[in-house]
């Protein structure tokens, strides 16, 4: 009865060893070929709380960009993923362990809930707030979802900005071009205290962090190859 008790008890704790491994693995493989390719250059990853609750929100040029933002952030991290990614063979597999889906035409009271939960109870989430690629590379109006999940969650939120993923995967492209990428993470956003309630609170907090992540666009433009 003991040895089994055992056993038992720490097979939650093996599967999350061997997940964490698996991760590691896996992170490290993304960054040795982004290296390889062209370059991975990080900034501001101290940024990052070493754990609690909070809301990486970055924008969004490359199917790339979930890839390298998993592998550069220091910590586990869960995604919110278009759906009909979770039905595309492997790759829905892999995501399913990384990620929630989302409809992008219409986001439900309980995604928002499963979001707020997640942070709540100390997880990281990453957010791409104009809810899909800017073809163009420029940012786009963010959407009211990141807004409500960041104030009913009441953690910081950190604005992200990736350099030239777009040209490392561009669109329509089956493999990677030779490109220097650069992921940026800006000081931490505090909304907690944010004025207002219901429909303009989750815009106003949605214009701030968009704000935030153009300005981290106009102050490292230059850093583009």
Same mark, same amino acid.
């Given at each position: 009865?003991?040895?089994?008790?055992?056993?038992?008890?720490?097979?939650?704790?093996?599967?999350?060893?061997?997940?964490?491994?698996?991760?590691?693995?896996?992170?490290?493989?993304?960054?040795?070929?982004?290296?390889?390719? +062209?370059?991975?250059?990080?900034?501001?990853?101290?940024?990052?709380?070493?754990? +609690?609750?909070?809301?990486?929100?970055?924008?969004?040029?490359?199917?790339?960009?979930?890839?390298?933002?998993?592998?550069?952030?220091?910590?586990?991290?869960?995604?919110?993923?278009?759906?009909?990614?979770?039905?595309?063979?492997?790759?829905? $597999?892999?995501?399913?362990?990384?990620?929630?889906?989302?409809?992008?035409? &219409?986001?439900?009271?309980?995604?928002?809930?499963?979001?707020?939960?997640?942070?709540?109870?100390?997880?990281?989430?990453?957010?791409?707030?104009? +809810?899909?690629?800017?073809?163009?590379?420029?940012?786009?109006?963010?959407?009211?979802?990141?807004?409500?999940?960041?104030?009913?969650?009441?953690?910081?939120?950190?604005?992200?900005?990736?350099?030239?993923?777009?040209?490392?995967?561009?669109?329509?492209?089956? $493999?990677?071009?030779?490109?220097?990428?650069?992921?940026?993470?800006?000081?931490?956003?505090?909304?907690?205290?944010?004025?207002?309630?219901?429909?303009?609170?989750?815009?106003?907090?949605? &214009?701030?962090?968009?704000?935030?992540?153009?300005?981290?666009?106009?102050?490292?433009?230059?850093?583009?190859?």
């Amino acid at each position: 009865m003991t040895s089994t008790g055992t056993l038992q008890d720490n097979s939650p704790k093996k599967k999350r060893e061997f997940s964490n491994s698996i991760h590691r693995f896996i992170t490290f493989i993304i960054r040795l070929i982004c290296h390889i390719n +062209g370059g991975l250059n990080v900034i501001g990853k101290e940024n990052i709380p070493e754990e +609690g609750g909070v809301i990486i929100a970055s924008n969004h040029v490359s199917y790339l960009d979930p890839l390298l933002l998993g592998a550069v952030i220091p910590r586990m991290s869960t995604f919110m993923a278009r759906k009909g990614l979770f039905h595309i063979p492997v790759l829905g $597999w892999f995501i399913k362990h990384y990620a929630f889906p989302v409809d992008r035409e &219409k986001t439900l009271p309980s995604t928002i809930k499963n979001a707020v939960t997640r942070v709540k109870r100390g997880k990281l989430l990453i957010i791409f707030p104009e +809810g899909r690629r800017s073809e163009t590379g420029s940012l786009m109006e963010g959407k009211r979802g990141v807004g409500m999940i960041a104030s009913l969650g009441k953690v910081p939120v950190i604005p992200a900005l990736i350099i030239d993923s777009d040209k490392a995967l561009p669109c329509g492209a089956r $493999w990677l071009k030779r490109a220097k990428i650069s992921v940026i993470f800006g000081n931490p956003l505090d909304v907690s205290n944010q004025e207002g309630k219901g429909h303009y609170l989750h815009e106003t907090v949605t &214009k701030n962090i968009m704000y935030s992540i153009g300005e981290l666009k106009k102050r490292y433009e230059d850093i583009s190859g």
